[in-house]
């Protein structure tokens, strides 16, 4: 059974501060993703990577980078915190294309408020 | 750009009623077309999918329909159930990258009224 851990469920910043939001995946898969998922407008894409040490820019990459050091790792940045940032944040990972199943697997998500 | 239009964003129907959401997208190199569901506080949890050379797909109570001409996807729940209450997703996702790019709707909050 995949699983995908996230590291906090629940964060309060200050504007300003310096964020990360860890997610490991226990599955070996090689693709992970990093989603912000707000009121109406569903599950938004910021960032994904394919590989260790590979990322690419997702639909809303502003205000986030990514890192990627280790396959089973995936952390979002955010490099100084704003309230519009405010936010539930979802990571997940998939097998590689070719590999038959393209299930996206969800971690429980991390509810990030920006004060 | 790429885009999913999902509808309707909240839907209630009583206890055993049928339940239809439906999404459109944009990119035609889009060929694969999953549904999640997400209970309160939890994770999305995929609950069917659809690739684009079949044109439904029925699992107990969930079907999906596919129309590749007009670029529509429907989810269709019947016999609804308290516990099918819900916020779902719909994505449409193609090959991008070594990997899969999905793009989601903006959800449906479905109730289901006892």
């Known amino acids: 059974d995949v699983k995908v851990t996230q590291s906090s469920r629940y964060l309060v910043k200050r504007t300003g501060e310096k964020v990360f939001l860890e997610c490991v995946q226990d599955m070996d898969h090689e693709n992970m993703f990093w989603y912000r998922q707000d009121p109406g407008l569903g599950l938004r894409l910021i960032y994904f990577s394919y590989d260790v040490k590979m990322k690419e820019k997702g639909d809303i990459p502003e205000g986030y980078s990514v890192s990627r050091e280790k396959k089973e790792r995936f952390s979002l940045i955010l490099e100084s915190a704003s309230t519009n940032q405010t936010s539930m944040y979802l990571c997940?990972?998939?097998?590689?294309?070719?590999?038959?199943?393209?299930?996206?697997?969800f971690g429980q998500g991390t509810r990030l408020t920006v004060v | 750009g790429e885009n999913v239009e999902q509808h309707p964003s909240t839907l209630s129907v009583q206890e055993g009623d049928s339940a239809v959401i439906k999404c459109t997208y944009s990119d035609s190199a889009s060929n694969y077309f999953p549904w999640y569901k997400q209970e309160l506080g939890k994770r999305p949890q995929l609950i069917i999918d659809i690739r684009s050379n079949v044109g439904e797909k029925k699992d107990q109570r969930i079907a999906v329909t596919l129309n590749k001409t007009a670029k529509h996807f429907s989810l269709h729940i019947t016999e609804t159930q308290p516990e099918d209450s819900a916020v779902y997703f719909c994505?449409?996702?193609?090959?991008?990258?070594?990997?899969?790019?999905?793009?989601f709707g903006t959800g449906t909050r479905l109730k289901v009224l006892a």
């Open positions: 994505a449409a996702s193609k090959r991008a990258s070594g990997t899969y790019k999905y793009i």
């Open positions: 997940a990972s998939i097998l590689p294309a070719g590999q038959g199943n393209t299930e996206a697997f």
